[in-house]
């Protein structure tokens, strides 16, 4: 069994139960997930997910799309209770990551940690990204990336902000 799903069955079996306006919740909190190349093939390539959803949402973030109309043409629906825009959201961060991506080639720094902060835009939001964090840092020339995330869906959130990372 994979990382991802044995974290699943430590939330099913350790969780702590709250009640909110999604429902009935199971949560942990403070856990850490580290994945390898081996562990994202693991996930996206031997199991039943909406690669293809996931695929074309992540085609949208990187136009800039913040209709979600747009997102629901495309068969993405779970952006439809965020009103008809996405605010301070995922396309806005997606802006973000070419000069960021041109610096870390640029620099190639080890010593280095290239931050990309989501939610400081001080705009409203319908929806605050479940990511707070991605940091970028090269290593014995190899990019490791780090992501902190406040809060995440394990059923549709966590597997969509794996992928698009």
Excluded at 102 to 114: G, L, Q
Aim: glycine share 6%; proline share 4%; hydrophobic share 35%.
């Amino acid at each position: 069994m994979n990382k991802y799903y044995l974290l699943l069955g430590k939330v099913l079996a350790e969780g702590k139960t709250q009640q909110n306006k999604k429902g009935k919740i199971k949560y942990l909190l403070n856990e850490q997930l580290t994945l390898t190349p081996a562990d994202l093939l693991d996930i996206f390539e031997s199991h039943g997910i909406a690669r293809k959803k996931l695929k074309e949402e992540l085609k949208l973030f990187m136009q800039g799309e913040r209709s979600v109309e747009r997102y629901r043409e495309a068969g993405i629906s779970w952006w439809d209770y965020c009103g008809q825009t996405l605010v301070n959201s995922y396309p806005t961060y997606m802006e973000k990551l070419p000069p960021l991506i041109k610096r870390i080639n640029k620099e190639k720094r080890n010593s280095k940690n290239y931050v990309l902060f989501l939610g400081a835009t001080d705009a409203e939001s319908n929806q605050a990204p479940c990511l707070s964090l991605v940091q970028f840092q090269v290593e014995n020339g190899t990019l490791v990336v780090s992501a902190y995330q406040r809060s995440s869906d394990a059923n549709l959130g966590l597997p969509s902000d794996i992928y698009h990372l």
